[in-house]
C-alpha cells in the first residue's frame, strides 16, 4: 500500500471521493477506537491519497458521536502530512451566500462534550493554536477553487458548535454579533487533534444555508442543506483534484513541529504506557 501523504475528510454529502488508482480500504486499530469508517486510499494524479468519511457511509454517526482521536490518529499512521477537511456549513454573513465556497482561518470553539486532546493520563503538552488552520493549505484551496470558478470567501471565522441542533435565533445573532463568518459542527476537535499529531489542516467549506438569523430566508432544514451540498459536490471535487497535487511537495510550515517545544511533562516521570499510547506522534522527541 503506498503511502497516503493527503488526507480528505468528508463532510456530509461527500461519502467517497472518484479518480482514485489502485485503491485499498484499511479500517486501522487505533489507541483511540476504530474510525468512522474504512479509510480509503489511492492515487490521484501520482499522489497518496486517504479518504476518509467523518460520519461513515450512510451517515451513521452525529457531530458529537465521530472518533475524532481514531480519525486522525489512524491518518496519521498512515502517513498523512496534510488534511483537507470538506464541510457544510451556515453563513452567518449576508454576503456569503448558499453555494458560496469558505475558506476559514480561524475557530471559535463551542463544542461542548468533546475530548480536544490527545494528551492526559501522565503526559502533559500545550501546542500553539493561535493560527488554527495551516495557511499554506488554505491558500492553496482559495487558489482552487478560484480556478474552478467557484463563489470563494478567503478567510473568516468559522464557530464550531455541538449539536446536533442547529442554534437559536439568539446564538446566531450572539455569532454574528462577535464577526464570524460561518458556523459548522466538525471542525473542533479535527482542528486541535490534527495539530497534536502535527498534520497540516485546512477546510474547504460549503455554505449551505443562512443559519436562521436572516429575517427573509426560512431558518436552516437538513433537506436545505442536503440539496445545496449536492448541487455541490461535483465543484467540491474539483477543488480537491485540482488542489491535492500541488500539496505533495515537502512542507515548510510550522504545523510539522507543532510538539518540538509543547510537551511539558519531565520525560522520567512519563508512564510507560502512556509513551506506549502516543508513540507514534511523541517518540521523535522522546527518544
Not at 7 to 29: C, R, S
Not at 61 to 77: F, H, Q, T, W
Not at 175 to 201: D, F, H
Not at 256 to 283: K, W
Request: charge should be negative; glycine fraction near 10%.
Amino acid at each position: 500500500m503506498p503511502e497516503a501523504r493527503i488526507g480528505v475528510i468528508g463532510g456530509t454529502g461527500l461519502y467517497q471521493m472518484d479518480g482514485l488508482n489502485d485503491v485499498e480500504e484499511v479500517y486501522p486499530d487505533t489507541p483511540f477506537g476504530k474510525p468512522s469508517d474504512a479509510i480509503v486510499t489511492g492515487i490521484l494524479d501520482g499522489v497518496g491519497v486517504a479518504f476518509l468519511p467523518r460520519h461513515g457511509r450512510g451517515h451513521r454517526l452525529s457531530p458529537s458521536e465521530i472518533p475524532v482521536r481514531a480519525n486522525i490518529y489512524g491518518l496519521k499512521a498512515l502517513g498523512v502530512q496534510r488534511i483537507i477537511s470538506v464541510s457544510a456549513v451556515g453563513s452567518l454573513r449576508e454576503e456569503i451566500r448558499p453555494l458560496d465556497m469558505v475558506i476559514p482561518d480561524q475557530i471559535i470553539d463551542r463544542t461542548m462534550g468533546r475530548v480536544s486532546t490527545f494528551f492526559g493520563d501522565g503526559i502533559v503538552a500545550h501546542v500553539g493554536f493561535a493560527e488554527p488552520f495551516c495557511p499554506y493549505m488554505a491558500d492553496a484551496l482559495h487558489r482552487g477553487a478560484e480556478k474552478m470558478g467557484a463563489r470563494v470567501h478567503f478567510r473568516g471565522t468559522y464557530v464550531a458548535i455541538e449539536g446536533p441542533q442547529f442554534s437559536t435565533k439568539a446564538e446566531s445573532h450572539l455569532y454574528r454579533s462577535w464577526g464570524a463568518a460561518v458556523i459548522g459542527m466538525t471542525a473542533a476537535p479535527e482542528a486541535k487533534l490534527a495539530r497534536e499529531a502535527e498534520i497540516c489542516y485546512s477546510i474547504l467549506a460549503c455554505s449551505t444555508d443562512y443559519d436562521c438569523w436572516h429575517e427573509s430566508e426560512v431558518p436552516v432544514t437538513v433537506e436545505m442543506v442536503v440539496a445545496n451540498l449536492n448541487k455541490n459536490t461535483a465543484l467540491s471535487k474539483a477543488i480537491l483534484d485540482d488542489v491535492i497535487p500541488r500539496l505533495s511537495e515537502e512542507r515548510s510550515c510550522s504545523c510539522g513541529s507543532a510538539l518540538e517545544d509543547s510537551i511539558i511533562t519531565a520525560r522520567g516521570v512519563i508512564p510507560p504506557e502512556a509513551r506506549e499510547r502516543l508513540a507514534l506522534l511523541v517518540d521523535k522527541y522522546l527518544r
